[in-house]
T-cell receptor, first 116, second 111 residues
Framework: GAVVSQHPSRVICKSGTSVKIECRSL??????MFWYRQFPKQSLMLMAT?????????EQGVEKDKFLINHASLTLSTLTVTSAHPEDSSFYIC????????????FGSGTRLTVV | DAKTTQPNSMESNEEEPVHLPCNHS???????IHWYRQLPSQGPEYVIH???SNVNNRMASLAIAEDRKSSTLILHRATLRDAAVYYC????????????FGTGTRLQVFP
């Protein structure tokens, strides 16, 4: 149980275009999901907390107009990187969980974004 | 968020036990100690968590110091598939409390 599916696993886009990444909880409902970014050889950096039915909470320094988060249902959160630039190239990872069931958070397999 | 300190890297031979330490001297009374690991090019994977008592599951054991200022993740018999970055994270008791990752320990396992 507690499976999180992230799609796509890889995407290459042109500079200036927008890219949408989906994160789905397959066998449980997630009122809260988290979005992380990871640069090569670095740790995960929390970008924002996605809340079902309300606005996302962004971490300090993360541009909310550039990284649009939508959490319209209890099983789906999306991250849209708008007007992507090469410096946005990174590994994006989502997570959700049912910690009250004694488990930790479950992470998606990540999306490798390359902006050319 | 309370901070954790881990060695940057550790090495082990296959089939030997591995003890991964974590210091968290500023832990609060309601913080849970979580461990995750991340294999290359994958999302992190939950390993184990605990509050005060030692914990065991099929993946590992977690030994928590009596004063809770440190903990140790124990892999009883390391395999090559255990080579990963291991993160020790303190998390609050709330259902939506976020995980803040530190730098973790990179574990190398040699055949």
């Amino acid at each position: 149980g507690a499976v999180v599916s992230q799609h796509p696993s890889r995407v290459i886009c042109k500079s200036g275009t927008s890219v949408k990444i989906e994160c789905r909880s397959l066998d449980f409902q997630a009122t809260t999901m988290f979005w992380y970014r990871q640069f090569p050889k670095q740790s995960l950096m929390l970008m924002a907390t996605s809340n079902e039915g309300s606005k996302a909470t962004y971490e300090q320094g993360v541009e909310k107009d550039k990284f649009l988060i939508n959490h319209a249902s209890l099983t789906l959160s999306t991250l849209t990187v708008t007007s992507a630039h090469p410096e946005d190239s990174s590994f994006y990872i989502c997570s959700a969980g049912a910690p009250w069931q004694g488990r930790g958070y479950t992470f998606g397999s990540g999306t490798r974004l390359t902006v050319v | 968020d309370a901070k954790t300190t881990q060695p940057n890297s550790m090495e082990s031979n296959e089939e030997e036990p591995v003890h991964l330490p974590c210091n968290h001297s500023t832990i609060s009374g309601t913080d849970y100690i979580h461990w995750y690991r991340q294999l290359p090019s994958q999302g992190p994977e939950y390993v184990i968590h605990g509050l005060t008592s030692n914990v065991n599951n099929r993946m590992a054991s977690l030994a928590i110091a009596e004063d809770r200022k440190s903990s140790t993740l124990i892999l009883h018999r390391a395999t090559l598939r255990d080579a990963a970055v291991y993160y020790c994270i303190l998390r609050g008791a709330g259902n939506t409390d976020k995980l803040i990752f530190g730098t973790g320990t990179r574990l190398q396992v040699f055949p």
